[in-house]
């Protein structure tokens, strides 16, 4: 079974631009779970889903980060507009339920905003 | 509340010799507790995890961490360090009960190996 997807691997874009990252989490896998990997910051946990549901944002940044899940097998978290300081790597993972299971972690996006 | 720490921001050991990296953890329930490694610009991958059976956890690559619960310790270790292991490693704690169970990540011990 493929791992967990995700695209673009690599992204780079001006300040002020709509950046779109997709991820495909493992197939049958309820829960899905998008990060941040900064220098300064470590990984954070922006967002994560049960069943399509957002069950905890409280790791967005900002009104200008928006997550989407509109099926079991596809999410999006979008930047509207971009900043030089959202450049980071983004990482989604998938498990398969929630309270202590193991999460499958994608390749990440690697995002450069200028 | 649930919480991890990472004693080591860095280690750097010969190649051949054991690798200790150290993880405290606090939690007011029975946690599951997990190592995962990361390489260079690759993903997380998990390396091992404890759910309250056996103490001593065994995972890939030769590592093992063991569970002590007197001294809220999950200790990572491999018998002989290899170079392939060069990476960064996270101790994480699963938040769990009724917050759902996403993961607490350490902030990371960066393993290094020399020739």
């Known amino acids: 079974d493929a791992g967990v997807i995700q695209s673009p691997r690599h992204e780079v874009t001006e300040m002020g631009q709509e950046v779109t990252l997709r991820c495909k989490p493992i197939?049958?896998?309820?829960?899905l779970f998008w990060y941040r990997q900064t220098m300064m910051r470590g990984l954070e946990l922006l967002i994560y889903?049960?069943?399509?549901?957002?069950?905890?944002d409280s790791g967005m940044p900002e009104d200008r980060f928006s997550a989407k899940m509109p099926n079991a097998s596809f999410s999006t978290l979008k930047i509207q507009p971009s900043e030089p300081r959202d450049s980071a790597v983004y990482f989604c993972a998938s498990s398969p339920g929630l309270a202590g299971e193991t999460q499958y972690f994608g390749p990440g996006t690697r995002l450069l905003v200028l | 509340a649930q919480s991890v720490t990472q004693l080591d921001s860095h280690v750097s050991v010969s190649e051949g010799t054991p690798v200790l990296l150290r993880c405290n953890y606090s939690?007011?329930?029975?946690?599951?507790l997990f190592w995962y490694v990361q390489h260079p610009n690759k993903g997380l991958q998990l390396l091992l995890k404890?759910?309250?059976?056996?103490?001593l956890v065994k995972g890939i690559n030769g590592f093992e961490a063991e569970f002590k619960k007197s001294e809220t310790s999950f200790h990572l270790t491999k018998p002989s360090a290899h170079m392939s292991d060069a990476a960064e490693y996270f101790c994480?704690?699963?938040?769990?009960?009724?917050?759902?169970?996403?993961?607490?990540f350490g902030k990371g011990t960066k393993l290094s190996v020399k020739p």
């Open positions: 994480v704690v699963s938040r769990g009960g009724g917050s759902q169970g996403n993961l607490i």
């Open positions: 889903f049960n069943n399509n549901v957002p069950i905890d």
């Open positions: 404890y759910t309250s059976a056996a103490t």
């Open positions: 939690s007011s329930y029975s946690p599951s």
């Open positions: 197939s049958g896998h309820n829960s």
